[in-house]
């Protein structure tokens, strides 16, 4: 009994270990509201279990119309620190997303943000 007490002791404790690596992203506008053609940075920082990522990961900003049709994919300026970032600005009327695709190794974040012209 004691024996079968201490494996399953053992199997719940096996259960609650932290997983290995845990990618974090955050994606932000330095303005969320701009006039058409006014400049708008969009920044990216990656981390690895806190840690900031700038090697070994694949990165692209994927930009969308209003209309939610795909502009296309933009590849950022590695700042280092884990941070990216990239410089855009968009022509007409309305809310455009951009979106964080972000691989590192196995794993796969994509946070979103929004641009609105006034």
Known sequence: M???LYLFVLLLAGCNAPSAETLEVTIKATKHEVAAFEPVK???HVTVNNEPISSGVELDFELFNPDG????TVKPTNEGNGLYSLETSFDGQGTYKIISHVSYGELHEMPEVEVTLK
């Open 42 to 44: 969009i920044t990216s």
């Open 2 to 4: 004691k024996k079968l």
């Open 69 to 72: 049709t795909s502009i296309g």
